[in-house]
């Protein structure tokens, strides 16, 4: 094979890794900012079973969250996927922070802050800040009696956000 040859293959498979990504990125723009690092990949879901108010429900997706944006601290948080349930817009992800015992909602929750990519979870530098559920100004002025035990959580819910009040996930 000539040198010539093998150019033409290097420059049409960059091509086509380039139009891959590009039309990629008109349904998904988060997989732009992660080829860029400023969204990284979550996952797919963790084995867990969800009860909101006293039933089974499988519709919530629980992901858990071990490292902070820009930082090598541990975290210890799991992020909890809503969008079934969420149709205002206000509470379609949001996150238990394990170490500090505070659940809170994300600064940007937009296709371009969380996306699921052929079933595994992304998250946007944005997506991953939060504002607590106590914060009178950005959070929802509420205290949800967060508890926390080896494998399980409960908390409740602020009223008149989605359509359950109480929630208790059962960590496998």
Do not use: C
């Amino acid at each position: 094979m000539t040198l010539r040859k093998l150019l033409k293959i290097v420059v049409a498979l960059f091509l086509l890794f380039a139009v891959a990504v590009g039309l990629t990125s008109i349904n998904h723009p988060i997989i732009l900012k992660w080829l860029s690092g400023s969204a990284r990949h979550i996952g797919k879901p963790i084995q867990a079973t969800v009860y909101t108010d006293g039933q089974i429900n499988n519709g919530i997706k629980v992901f858990h969250v071990d490292k902070y944006w820009g930082s090598s601290e541990k975290a210890n948080n799991y992020l909890l996927s809503l969008t079934e349930y969420d149709s205002l817009g206000m509470l379609k992800y949001f996150n238990i922070n394990l170490n500090e015992k505070w659940i809170g909602r994300p600064v940007g929750a937009s296709k371009r802050d969380y996306d699921f990519i052929a079933g595994h979870l992304f998250q946007s530098e944005t997506g991953g800040h939060f504002s607590p559920f106590q914060d009178d100004m950005k959070g929802f002025n509420f205290d949800p009696q967060l508890s926390i035990s080896d494998r399980q959580i409960k908390f409740n819910m602020p009223p008149n956000t989605l359509k359950f009040y109480s929630v208790r996930i059962e960590l496998q």
